[in-house]
């Protein structure tokens, strides 16, 4: 078979798609702008990045001790920016989504905290007043408040000038025929209160030596550990480039968005009468269609590599993995993409028709398959569902050949799904195609 | 020279074509005339491969027409009634493209495009997108795309729709040369001057079948116009 006719179509292909300059540029700078958007929305946070803050409010109603040491804790928290408000100001402030979470301390909290912390009874309660809308920061400033309630009461407990009247008060209580603790229960806490009483004292002692007014010492519960974190990427003090996630997904949607006008493209050469010229040729299906799908998948691949050589030298994405790999992912998209604007073309009956639904069934595909949002955030059944839309091996292909920096391995799968979807779309498009006018 | 024997075919219940039989000779033009729906461009596309008929044959020199590869297509030159060209792109380009095609590459292609495009009088206008020409230019255009690999056989569905008096002009001067050099032209038309200048023959088709075969003096011997003869035969009803 002489190669001059499947040249002489891809060739024409190309001068028919950089013919419209203004379509070009479109193809190729609207990847780059939104993924440009999306890569700083998922930058992530690198060494010398500022730490993105989750903004609160303290609403202090106690003004204890512990409310106070709770404050102070909070405020010197990395991960919070911490502004004290009346409770009307602050919950405004939340609906107006201004702030995250307004964390209300009740009046007496403070002692409330001690009484329980020994009882385990009466305990009092923080109120969240929090933006729905946030609800996965409202779990961290749970968390956080967790640590910096439990060292405040804690410390003021085990030294603090309290202490000894909720020590006292606890013992009274123990001493009490009201009380409903097993007897053996009984006798390990007063034992434990009668140390921290000799303790606190011993302290205060030490603290009236050192002539240190007011001072007690250390003492309470702290974390017993520091975290070190170490993101797991493919180099050594590497940090992660949210652009390699970003240019990836949005190359992919607009490979298939190129390929959505090659579909159509073969749709008006239908209505346009083109059509009837190539099928008057002695030219077999294959052949027309097979040039089709080769043209297709160089537009496509172009629009891919113009996305990522921009993020590569703009944004500095690297292909840390095998870069064999990274290519057999791409090519193996691009095949993909273009049996899939085949497939449009066989099922379409208009231009317009089959733009509409093949850009919504190109938007889903694109969405499920993590090109937006990587799939992690993904409910976990929707995480296992995505893996029949192809999308989701050419993005999970491209992360890992790109800033995960896996090797060859990591990508034959995603590569043989691909192809295997290209079969498949070329084999439904040749069967549904009308080849009879 | 193209035979069809008996061809019929049928789209769901409509019979398009039913029973045609026509002969074409080479140097001759043969005139396929029938009002809208008659089964002209229904025949055209089984005469050129594009529709798979369901009964009847074509050949081309005694070969049968078949299949999507088939060595006749190559001898067959479809002038399509639309103007199946890329406006986007020159009338080159478009001449390049539909050449390759049929294998042309090279200074064979060079030398087809350049004759094509002298015989339509389009050589000056050969880099201009087709976008900006006229209805008339981009008529002419439709014929050089069918003539590019040199056919034995131009199948022409409408050339002329559309176009002003010049340009048809230009065309039947395109068409009585191609003749000239021993082609054969099988010419759909629904105007009767046209088929009564270029026609040796016509065929007057309706409801898909062949309701006279004649020569242009032949159909109208008897009096009248070939218009008149034409109206007679297929009646004075629209036609959707």
Not at chain 1, 303 to 317: G, K, M, N
Not at chain 1, 376 to 398: E, S, Y
Not at chain 2, 64 to 73: A, I, M, Q, R, V
Not at chain 2, 124 to 149: C, P, T
Request: aromatic residues 8%; neutral net charge.
């Amino acid at each position: 078979m002489s190669l001059t006719p499947v040249i002489g179509i891809i060739t024409k292909d190309l001068r028919v798609f950089w013919s419209d300059r203004r379509a070009v540029i479109m193809a190729f700078a609207m990847p780059i702008t939104i993924a440009s958007f999306f890569g700083f929305i998922f930058q992530g946070r690198s060494s010398d990045d500022e730490v993105a803050k989750i903004p609160i409010l303290l609403v202090d109603h106690d003004g204890s001790r512990i409310s106070t040491a709770i404050l102070d804790g909070v405020k010197a928290d990395k991960n919070l920016a911490v502004r004290s408000l009346p409770l009307e100001q602050a919950r405004d402030s939340v609906r107006r989504g201004n702030d995250t979470v307004a964390v209300v301390i009740p009046p007496g909290f403070g002692a409330a905290a001690g009484r329980a912390f020994f009882r385990g009874a009466a305990k009092p309660q923080l109120d969240f007043l929090y933006d729905p809308s946030r609800a996965m920061e409202l779990a961290m400033v749970r968390g956080v408040m967790t640590q910096h309630v439990m060292e405040a009461v804690s410390k003021e407990m085990f030294s603090g000038q309290g202490s000894q009247a909720i020590i006292d008060d606890t013992l009274r209580q123990l001493d009490s025929p009201s009380t409903t603790m097993p007897e053996d229960e009984q006798r390990s806490l007063r034992d434990m209160l009668t140390s921290i009483q000799r303790f606190n004292a011993l302290n205060r002692i030490g603290a009236t030596a050192s002539g240190a007014p007011g001072a007690t010492g250390g003492g309470g519960l702290s974390m017993p550990f520091e975290m070190h974190e170490e993101a797991v990427m493919a180099r050594q003090n590497a940090s992660y480039n949210g652009f390699a996630h970003s240019f990836a997904g949005m190359g992919l949607q607009f490979m298939l968005f190129a390929a959505i006008n090659m579909g159509i493209d073969i749709l008006t050469e239908r209505q346009k009468g083109i059509w009837k010229r190539l099928r008057s040729v002695p030219l077999s299906k294959f052949t027309l269609l097979g040039s089709k799908i080769a043209s297709g998948s160089i537009i496509s691949s172009l629009v891919l590599l113009v996305s990522f050589a921009f993020s590569i030298i703009v944004w500095h994405v690297r292909i840390d993995g095998s870069k064999a790999g990274f290519v057999g992912v791409a090519i193996a998209s691009a095949l993909m993409a273009a049996s899939y604007g085949l497939l449009i073309a066989a099922l379409g009956k208009t231009p317009n028709a089959a733009r509409g639904a093949s850009v919504l069934a190109t938007l889903m595909m694109v969405m499920l398959g993590g090109a937006w949002v990587p799939t992690f955030v993904f409910p976990a059944w929707l995480q296992r569902v995505t893996v029949v839309v192809p999308t989701r091996w050419a993005v999970d292909g491209f992360d890992a050949m790109s800033w995960r920096g896996l090797g060859f391995g990591a990508a034959v799968m995603p590569m043989l799904v691909l192809l295997g979807f290209a079969v498949a779309f070329s084999v439904l498009a040749v069967w549904r195609f009308r080849w009879e006018e | 020279m193209l035979e069809a024997v008996s061809l019929r075919k049928s789209f769901g219940t409509l019979v398009a074509v039913d029973d045609v039989s026509l002969r074409l000779e080479n140097g001759e033009t043969l005139g396929l005339l029938g009002p809208n729906g008659a089964g002209k461009t229904t025949t055209v596309s089984i005469l050129c491969g594009l529709t798979t008929p369901d009964r009847g044959t074509v050949s081309i020199d005694g070969q049968p027409l078949g299949g999507d590869t088939s060595p006749g297509k190559r001898k067959i030159g479809l002038v399509p009634q639309d103007l199946a060209l890329y406006e986007e792109l020159s009338a080159r380009d478009n001449l390049q493209f539909f050449g390759a095609l049929y294998g042309l590459a090279g200074a064979e292609l060079e030398a087809a495009l350049a004759s094509s495009l002298a015989l339509v009088g389009l050589a000056d206008r050969a880099k201009d997108r087709v976008k900006v020409f006229s209805g008339g230019m981009k008529r002419r255009l439709n014929l050089a795309a069918g003539l590019l690999h040199n056919p034995d056989i131009l199948l022409l569905d409408e050339p002329t729709v559309g176009v002003d008096p010049q340009s048809r002009n230009a065309i039947f001067d395109n068409l009585e040369q191609l003749k000239s050099r021993g082609k054969a032209l099988l010419y759909t038309t629904h105007y009767m001057e046209e088929a009564q200048r270029l026609a040796d023959r016509i065929v007057i088709i309706d409801h898909g079948k062949v309701i006279a075969s004649d020569t242009v003096a032949g159909l109208t011997h008897g009096g009248g116009t070939l218009e008149s003869v034409f109206l007679h035969l297929t009646g004075r009803s629209l036609r959707d």
